[in-house]
T-cell receptor
Framework: TQLLEQSPQFLSIQEGENLTVYCNSS?????LQWYRQEPGEGPVLLVT?????EVKKLKRLTFQFGDARKDSSLHITAAQPGDTGLYLC????????????FGRGTQLTVWP | DAGVTQSPTHLIKTRGQHVTLRCSPI?????VSWYQQVLGQGPQFIFQ???????GRGNFPDRFSARQFPNYSSELNVNALLLGDSALYLC????????????FGPGTRLTVT
């Protein structure tokens, strides 16, 4: 059983469309992180959300942490081909052991 | 500033062989974590080292070992390679032993034939 469930697993859209991907769990987290990974590269940290209900914006990307701190969403407005990649959510469960737990990710493809 | 670096980029080994992967953290970072990412999955935690001591170990067999050097660089060793060890091996560094934000290297793609 995955600690973090991400949906959808795959998403293929046209440039200019909006999309939302989700990260859900039955556990409560002290923080949650979103990463984007391109083929052959390591994940790149996009944002960390800490407070329940928190909303953070990074250009066309909007991240929200659920009020109960069990889930998060990533919304992309007017997607561009450069947004293509694997979007991963990760958490540390409040430990200090340098251990992140990841979901399986959402593979996003944006076509020109 | 240079990010996390890993070597080699790609590696092909035969079953039963041994492999050593290397990682240099961001300057000033003292914690290094190793992850295995198989195709279609998110990264799975293998080890964390902080100040040259092992601070955490994931659910991997004893064939996997690691160490951290005085300059905070790290090596991951895998003995008696199996086909299932084929994966992208990622190294991540952070300033302290805390986990909140980790910065990943580009990874080493290991193929076991």
């Amino acid at each position: 059983t995955q600690l973090l469930e991400q949906s959808p697993q795959f998403l293929s859209i046209q440039e200019g469309e909006n999309l939302t991907v989700y990260c859900n769990s039955s556990s409560v987290f002290s923080s949650l992180q979103w990463y984007r990974q391109e083929p052959g590269e390591g994940p790149v940290l996009l944002v960390t959300v800490v407070t329940g209900g928190e909303v953070k914006k990074l250009k066309r990307l909007t991240f929200q942490f659920g009020d109960a701190r069990k889930d998060s969403s990533l919304h992309i407005t007017a997607a561009q081909p450069g947004d293509t990649g694997l979007y991963l959510c990760g958490c540390d469960r409040g430990s200090t052991l340098g251990r992140l737990y990841f979901g399986r990710g959402t593979q996003l493809t944006v076509w020109p | 500033d240079a990010g996390v670096t890993q070597s080699p980029t790609h590696l092909i080994k035969t079953r039963g062989q041994h492999v050593t992967l290397r990682c240099s953290p961001i300057s000033g970072h003292k914690s290094v974590s190793w992850y295995q990412q198989v195709l279609g999955q998110g990264p799975q935690f293998i080890f964390q080292y902080y100040e040259k001591e092992e601070r955490g170990r994931g659910n991997f067999p004893d064939r996997f070992s690691a160490r951290q050097f005085p300059n905070y660089s790290s090596e991951l060793n895998v003995n008696a390679l199996l086909l299932g060890d084929s994966a992208l091996y990622l190294c991540a560094s952070s300033f302290s032993g805390g986990t909140r934000e980790q910065y990943f290297g580009p990874g080493t793609r290991l193929t076991v034939t």
